[in-house]
């Protein structure tokens, strides 16, 4: 099978791709063999939306242990307690992770390190988006720029080794990172700044409507690059294209009238929550060695 650096360049138009994804393509269901029992996973963003709707998932097969990555321990909380009714057997885990601040992320592979006698999978869905421009005071950098770009990939590359370490004997650990087709129009302006990373904190340059877009198409950069440098036979790494979701928070920053028409626009095209979260089960346990550095969308490695 052909990874997604081996397939040639889309030419398709961002429609095209949207039309595809959103009406022609048949939704794919985990098998209901999969078994997660002796397995540990890690969520980011796992108190609502996708993330809490793939642990959910995740725990329905048989899953262990469930940690539960999330800025608010209060929030957090709340839905391990549903969790928990659901699923008494499992070991569900709160703990706390604030991806805009360095020491958070630090503290939480730490935790990982020193906490987990085991650890198989991470799911990075922790991101934002759609609301105005906003600098994280613990960083200095904007906000979109910060939470999906910068943290996120700090937060792979600081787990990459507990993966590593902590996976069974002969089976690689698996890390999977939320990414979006948003990325196929990112303008991208200040592309050619020197230095470039300071350029995404100047106002100027701010665009609503495409840092989301930009930030995921960083991210599918980095893990380009990362995965020359990474081992499939260590820990495979791969992106997962959910699809337009409704039932997420991902617009909860947008303006009053940009909610309305987004909601609207979500009732008429976008996916359930349970079909993208469905993606995210493919990505981190059904896909193999042959997904790692690839983009993951309509359950196909894509290019």
């Not at 209901?32 to 796992?46: E, H, Y």
């Not at 999977?176 to 990112?186: F, P």
């Not at 440098?229 to 617009?251: Q, R, Y």
Request: proline residues 4%; positive net charge; charged residues 20%.
């Amino acid at each position: 099978m052909a990874s997604s650096k081996e397939l040639p360049p889309s030419s398709a138009s961002f429609l095209n791709f949207f039309v595809k994804n959103q009406f022609r393509t048949k939704h794919q269901c985990t098998p209901a063999g999969t078994d997660l029992s002796d397995k540990a996973i890690i969520v980011t963003g796992s108190n609502s939306g996708l993330g809490l709707e793939c642990a959910s998932q995740l725990l329905s097969f048989k899953l262990s242990h469930l940690i539960m990555a999330v800025r608010s321990l209060a929030k957090g909380e709340k839905a391990a307690a549903d969790l928990r009714q659901q699923y008494p057997n499992a070991v569900i885990s709160v703990w706390q992770l604030d991806m805009g601040s360095y020491d958070s992320i630090r503290a939480f592979a730490a935790r990982a390190d020193n906490e987990l006698f085991c650890l198989d999978i991470a799911i990075l869905n922790a991101g934002v988006g759609f609301g105005g421009f906003k600098i994280v005071p613990a960083t200095g950098h904007e906000e979109t720029f910060q939470v999906n770009y910068l943290s996120t990939m700090l937060l792979t590359i600081l787990l990459l080794p507990v993966l590593k370490k902590k996976s069974p004997t002969g089976s690689p650990g698996r890390l999977t990172i939320a990414t979006a087709m948003l990325s196929i129009h990112a303008k991208f302006d200040n592309k050619n700044e020197v230095p470039l990373l300071p350029s995404f904190d100047d106002k100027k340059y701010f665009d609503v409507r495409d840092i989301y877009s930009t930030s995921k198409l960083l991210g599918q950069m980095f893990v380009w690059k990362l995965t020359d440098l990474v081992s499939a036979d260590d820990v495979v790494v791969n992106l997962v294209e959910p699809g337009f979701i409704k039932g997420t928070n991902l617009h909860r920053d947008a303006s009053a009238a940009g909610q309305v028409l987004m909601g609207v626009f979500k009732a008429a095209t976008a996916r359930p929550v349970k079909v993208g979260a469905s993606t995210y089960l493919d990505a981190s346990i059904l896909k193999g060695k042959e997904s790692h550095g690839c983009i993951l969308m309509n359950w196909e490695i894509a290019p």
